[in-house]
């Protein structure tokens, strides 16, 4: 199979959005990419990202795509979980403490930071409206982690959450009671619990 051929078929794949080490992890040269370009195939959309002509940007991978360290949270995180109707009006990420993420901010991108031992506790792999994979904390790391940033949040927004939450049918308390111990929210976490059960 021929490098277009190959590209073609990963372009195809990927829902007409692909980025740079995927095609050189199928073997393909970077010059190729710019050979598409060229031919109006492809649009570079960021750094190591591109895009075919016909397809969807698709904001949220592209923004994880292009930093790996950073995970959807707090007002994203409840989006994406369905714990709120609001859409969100910037996205909201968690990266571990040490991470520049000043290009984030400048990008109109929430950034959160969080010691590095806890960074990757909850996260899991959820679906951007387009169906393409990205990282998100779970449920109780998010519910935890509004808790933990209550005084920056919306009040309804977060009582809201809370609710939604302890209605769904895949609500995991002992974790969420096990995730604010180690995000040192246990008390006020506890609070809501016996407000809202």
């Given at each position: 199979m021929s490098y277009q051929a190959k590209l073609e078929k990963l372009i195809e794949d990927k829902d007409g959005l692909i980025l740079t080490k995927e095609a050189v992890a199928a073997g393909v040269p970077?010059?190729?990419l710019n050979i598409f370009v060229r031919k109006n195939r492809l649009e570079r959309v960021a750094r190591g990202v591109y895009?075919?002509?016909?397809?969807?940007?698709?904001?949220?991978?592209?923004?994880?795509?292009?930093?790996?360290?950073?995970?959807?949270?707090?007002?994203?995180a409840l989006y994406l979980h369905d714990l709120t109707d609001r859409d969100p009006i910037e996205w909201s990420v968690t990266v571990p403490y040490g991470y520049n993420a000043?290009?984030?901010?400048?990008?109109?991108?929430?950034?959160?930071t969080v010691k590095k031992a806890l960074h990757q506790v909850g996260v899991m792999e959820l679906k951007t409206i387009?169906?393409?994979?990205?990282k998100a904390y779970n449920k109780e790391r998010t519910i935890c982690d509004i808790i933990r940033n209550r005084n920056k949040m919306d009040i309804a927004i977060l009582n809201e959450a809370i609710r939604r939450y302890l209605d769904t049918k895949d609500k995991n308390i002992p974790l969420l009671l096990r995730y604010a111990e180690k995000l040192d929210v246990q008390n006020v976490v506890r609070k809501y619990l016996e407000i809202l059960l």
């Open positions: 970077r010059q190729y895009l075919t002509p016909d397809a969807f940007d698709d904001e949220m991978y592209r923004l994880q795509a292009k930093n790996q360290r950073t995970i959807f949270s707090h007002e994203t000043t290009h984030l901010r400048a990008e109109g991108v929430k950034v959160y387009y169906g393409r994979p990205i």
